[in-house]
């Protein structure tokens, strides 16, 4: 298997992966999605509450802030072996908020959040989190755990996970009377004039749809589009918990992991 980063920053990732099969694509899509931890709010305690939105709307609120993820120094409560309800210092993050509007209307943020450590606190400090009117007062503790995504999306690391398969578009040169029709229509712009021929210019951008060929006057000698069989474009976004590179090391450990424990019941099963 052999991979090449398109592009890559701290919340994107981009990979060409060649000699692959759709079965592990989809498991690795899948295992980022529903499996790979990050740390979400998973239980807030009220100390007071004078807004106008109930505890549960703010709890909730609160789950769905992003959290950068330390996955070295922390443990799923479940794996953890305090065995508490409440967890420990090795399987919770308390945040707190202590906030009050003192004069007019003001806007509480993420940023507003203590966390105990720095190395688990909001992505972003500009996510709303309520409005409070003047003399109206939010004092909580927020408690982070790690979680899943298949227990809620809170925990889903990734906003996107996508593959889809390595386009590939032939222009006939034969057939072609450059009648433009297949580059007029395609909205995700692949195709372009190149002095009088048509060009195929954004080759990754191609979804596939087919709108191309289906404009094409021609029809079965027109213009072609296929795609490799073994071949994926893949897309990570993070949401800031972890770097995209990392999310995707840690599915594929997950993986290797699976695979193992299957082997290993296989001979027991044997035995
Ligand atoms: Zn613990």
Same mark, same amino acid.
């Given at each position: 298997?052999?991979?090449?980063?398109?592009?890559?920053?701290?919340?994107?990732?981009?990979?060409?992966?060649?000699?692959?099969?759709?079965?592990?694509?989809?498991?690795?899509?899948?295992?980022?999605?529903?499996?790979?931890?990050?740390?979400?709010?998973?239980?807030?305690?009220?100390?007071?509450?004078?807004?106008?939105?109930?505890?549960?709307?703010?709890?909730?609120?609160?789950?769905?802030?992003?959290?950068?993820?330390?996955?070295?120094?922390?443990?799923?409560?479940?794996?953890?072996?305090?065995?508490?309800?409440?967890?420990?210092?090795?399987?919770?993050?308390?945040?707190?908020?202590?906030?009050?509007?003192?004069?007019?209307?003001?806007?509480?943020?993420?940023?507003?959040?203590?966390?105990?450590?720095?190395?688990?606190?909001?992505?972003?400090?500009?996510?709303?989190?309520?409005?409070?009117?003047?003399?109206?007062?939010?004092?909580?503790?927020?408690?982070?755990?790690?979680?899943?995504?298949?227990?809620?999306?809170?925990?889903?690391?990734?906003? &996107?996970? @996508?593959? +889809?398969?390595?386009?590939?578009? $032939?222009?006939?040169?034969?057939? !072609?009377?450059? =009648?433009?029709? %297949?580059?007029?229509?395609?909205?995700?712009? &692949?195709? @372009?004039? +190149?002095?009088?021929?048509?060009? $195929?210019?954004?080759?990754?951008? !191609?979804?596939? =749809?087919?709108? %191309?060929?289906?404009?094409?006057?021609?029809?079965?000698?027109?213009? +072609?589009?296929?795609?490799?069989?073994?071949?994926?474009?893949?897309?990570?976004?993070?949401?800031?918990?972890?770097?995209?590179?990392?999310?995707?090391?840690?599915?594929?450990?997950?993986?290797?992991?699976?695979?193992?424990?299957?082997?290993?019941?296989?001979?027991?099963?044997?035995?």
């Amino acid at each position: 298997m052999k991979i090449e980063v398109l592009e890559k920053d701290e919340t994107n990732l981009r990979i060409i992966v060649r000699d692959a099969e759709v079965p592990l694509m989809n498991a690795l899509r899948r295992i980022v999605l529903a499996e790979v931890p990050s740390m979400a709010v998973d239980e807030v305690v009220m100390i007071e509450n004078s807004s106008i939105l109930q505890d549960e709307m703010i709890a909730h609120r609160l789950g769905l802030v992003p959290l950068k993820t330390d996955l070295e120094n922390y443990n799923l409560p479940e794996d953890c072996e305090c065995k508490s309800e409440f967890g420990c210092s090795e399987c919770r993050v308390t945040l707190t908020l202590n906030a009050e509007s003192t004069e007019g209307t003001r806007t509480v943020y993420s940023g507003e959040l203590v966390s105990e450590n720095p190395a688990v606190s909001p992505v972003s400090e500009k996510i709303p989190l309520i409005k409070l009117a003047k003399g109206q007062k939010l004092k909580l503790e927020a408690y982070a755990r790690l979680g899943k995504g298949m227990a809620h999306a809170k925990w889903q690391p990734v906003c &996107v996970a @996508a593959y +889809k398969y390595y386009p590939k578009i $032939v222009v006939p040169a034969k057939a !072609c009377d450059d =009648c433009q029709k %297949c580059v007029d229509i395609c909205s995700k712009k &692949v195709l @372009a004039m +190149k002095g009088t021929k048509i060009d $195929v210019k954004e080759l990754l951008s !191609c979804n596939l =749809c087919m709108d %191309c060929a289906e404009a094409c006057p021609k029809e079965a000698e027109g213009i +072609k589009v296929e795609w490799e069989k073994n071949a994926f474009v893949m897309n990570i976004e993070s949401t800031g918990a972890l770097p995209p590179e990392r999310i995707l090391q840690e599915a594929v450990k997950i993986l290797d992991k699976q695979l193992t424990d299957f082997v290993e019941q296989i001979k027991v099963e044997e035995s």
